[in-house]
């Protein structure tokens, strides 16, 4: 990447920071936090990640090109509960959710899935682009609008007892290792290098920084932002199923409150709010992190009040130092004699 | 033209000494000195880009200059912000007014100050007579009751220019408030204007229609590349020398041979967009490269943005190599073989955070996937290389976000982006703006050189000299529609004969 020219330690010291703070932060709770590192709770923290880690990928390239993605976890809430509502035996007794009695195989179960989250993804994608509404509200609306539709199907209630033949991607483990954990790091090697290496992830992120200039430069911006918001849906369907496949059970509130983190993973993680800017490796960094912090409050003995308050900070930390990345004042530089400024504003 | 005694007890208003003011890339202002009297209508002209919009920013408060000072009245500043300048009486009245439009004039004249009854509601009446007092105290007649959408052009920039006078404006600065208005409404408008310097009112006159300026102004002040090129009185000089100033002549210009060829490769048949442009007709060759000049709306600017296909392109037919050629993307364009450098180059030419390389290959990604969606790094690599190599662009890296570039360097990026289509049309929208002399000559070489490879250009550009210089005809748009053409090296093609071209339009129509 550098040219051949010497490599600038002070870039890849700043490119790489976050990677250091994981490592401080998993030091600190590894001496503190009694129980941090026992391989159950290693395990613990790489399931969290994992599910949490799918649903990153489908924001970072959202925000890569300028937008939010808020329904992913909507996605992931009505796609389980939908998968549920399919496969599951109608129960018998009373009470409880009661299944659709089609009891279709996974194997059909698990495409239609992933298709619902890649066809809510194209609805925003053009509620966005052609009838140009704002990306904020379209997707945070959509995500009640799902979780709402996972209401109806469930009535509000549990549903449990998905077959095997599902759960092998949430629930299989070898030697103790879950397999989830290692198909979500495969898909951070596959995506962060397709996305560095592509055409798709230049038009993600010339679009996400500029949209007129990436126009003119014959790209088509609402196909790539439409796109983006494809490969989101997908990805939070793609986390239901790894959930589900856990936990074997569903209710419609599962997910709740996962959009906020993954927003905050990706912007911690170097994903710039404005577009253009940051990796899906990058974002990695930061679903490590925020799983670390998450773990380690759960294990400590504080009040659970206090757990909100502190994940909410770490959250306006993170917006902040991603503000104070455009705030800096530009550097003057002196070339052929010409004083050049960055641009201001 | 009126001729104007200077009153030697005249103080200055506004003294500026020394500002210099640099934007990413471009020196906007060299240690501009400038001073306008008391009472005086004081002019100030100069091309796009000379550094005049960026002037009156610092007297507004707006920009923050990197050096020199600000005197207004007897207190020096060093830098202002917006409200420092109001509070000493700066007042700016842009060519688009913008006024609370759905609210009356009595009520935009008192906006934030509206007299209350004992109740304390509005007293709409004393509102009225409020208004009209302060109206008939400038000898302005407007219906007060009116809403301000109602109002003409010319209407509102005068009750603008009340309302700054009411806040306690001492220094009004108009920018082009002629633009859009008949000689009828210019004519009412200069008479309210010279009638406020008569009580004591002090204007600076922006404007690119010099006759305006000799009518009005009492001196002139021309910039030219950021810098002051000298402060006259209009009685002792004429528009030619006012030309000369503007254009300047000690610019070393380029020159070349025309490398046009006879065969015809672009046509364009009675092309309309309404609005904008009608009645649009020539033929481009092989190599040749022809100007559009004209005033700001002339058309140009959407002809040029229509035929890439960034905007609608209206009715008409355009052939590519005697193919009819439809651009609904910019893509296809560059596909066809069409490229186009936009005037903005931060907003439409470069994606300012992401390095030279991708921003050189934007248009031809589709070129370089080696298998799926993967691009061949490689070969981008070495394509970019050459072309850093080929235009001298001075860039630390490949790697190197664009805008950290300069001026000059970032329009070399985007002439790399658009050769890179190997493109057989090439428009040109304001190639030289905001660039050094240096990187200007650069420019030129660079169209030069492709021309000579069969390439044909359309530059569309206010800079009469430089199109002098490079083009083989210039093409002169006036409200839409092609008036004049000069071919190069003919008699009549000299700067007083194409300015008179642009600006006839103005002149003649009531």
Known sequence: ?345 | MNTVKVKTEQKPILTMRGISKAFPGVQALRRVDLNVLTGEIHGLVGKNGAGKTTLMAVVMGIQEPNEGTIEIGDRTYQSMNPQEAMQAGIAFVPQHVAMMDSLTVAENILAGELPKNKLGFIDWKSVEREAKERLNKLNLHLDVTKRVEGLGVAEKTMLAIAKALFGNAKLIILDEPTASLSRADINRLFDFVKSLKEKGASFVYISHHLEEVFEICDRVTVMRDGRIVGTEYVSDIDIPKLIVMMVGEDVEDYSRKSTCTDEIVFVLNNLARRGYYEDINFELRKGEIIGITGLQGCGAEQLGKGLFGLEYRGVGEVKINGKEFTAKKPIDSFNEGLAYLPQDRYRFGLIGVRPVRENVTYPILNRLIQMINLINRSKEKQIVEGFINELEIITPSQEQPVRLLSGGNQQKVVFAKLATTKPEILILHEPTQGVDVRAKMDIFRIVDELASQGVAAIIISTEIRELMGICDRIIVMNNGRITDEFLKGAKNTTPENILDAIEGGKNNHE
């Open chain 1, 1 to 345: 990447m550098n040219n051949g020219h010497k490599i600038d330690w002070v870039k890849l010291f700043l490119d790489n920071f976050i990677w250091i703070i994981v490592v401080l932060v998993f030091t600190y709770f590894a001496v503190q936090v009694p129980n941090f590192v026992t391989p159950g709770n290693i395990v613990n923290i790489l399931l969290h990640a994992s599910v949490l880690g799918v649903l990153v990928i489908g924001q970072a390239i959202v925000l890569m090109t300028g937008n939010f993605d808020l329904s992913a976890e909507g996605v992931l809430s009505l796609t389980t509960i939908l998968a549920m509502w399919l496969m599951v035996e109608p129960r018998t007794d009373a009470g409880g959710a009661q299944a659709s009695g089609l009891m279709l195989s996974p194997y059909i179960v698990i495409p239609i899935m992933l298709m619902v989250g890649m066809l809510s993804g194209w609805l925003i994608g053009i509620m966005i682009t052609r009838l140009k509404m704002n990306n904020f509200i379209v997707t945070l609306a959509m995500q009640l609008v799902l979780r709402g539709i996972a209401m109806l199907i469930s009535g509000g209630q549990i549903m449990t007892g998905s077959p095997p033949l599902f759960n092998w991607m949430g629930g299989t483990r070898i030697n103790g290792f879950p397999i989830s954990v290692g198909v979500t790091l495969l898909m951070y090697l596959v995506v962060n290098y397709l996305l560095n290496q592509s055409k798709f992830g230049r038009e993600l992120r010339a679009v996400g920084a500029n949209t007129d200039a990436a126009h003119a430069s014959g790209f088509d911006p609402q196909k790539t932002v439409t796109r983006a918001y494809i490969i989101s849906g997908f990805m939070g369907a793609f986390a239901g199923w790894m959930l589900l496949g856990r936990l074997e059970t569903s209710i419609s509130t599962l997910g709740k409150g996962m959009t906020l983190e993954t927003v905050a993973a990706a912007v911690i993680g170097g994903v710039s709010l404005q577009g253009g800017l940051g990796s899906v490796g990058g974002a990695f960094a930061g679903v490590i992190l925020l799983s670390l912090i998450d773990n380690a409050l759960n294990l400590i003995d504080i009040d659970p009040f206090w757990v909100q308050g502190i994940r909410g900070l770490i959250i306006l930390v993170a917006l902040l130092i991603e503000a104070q990345k455009f705030r800096y004042k530009p550097k003057v530089i002196h070339e052929n004699g010409n004083v050049i400024v960055e641009k201001q504003v």
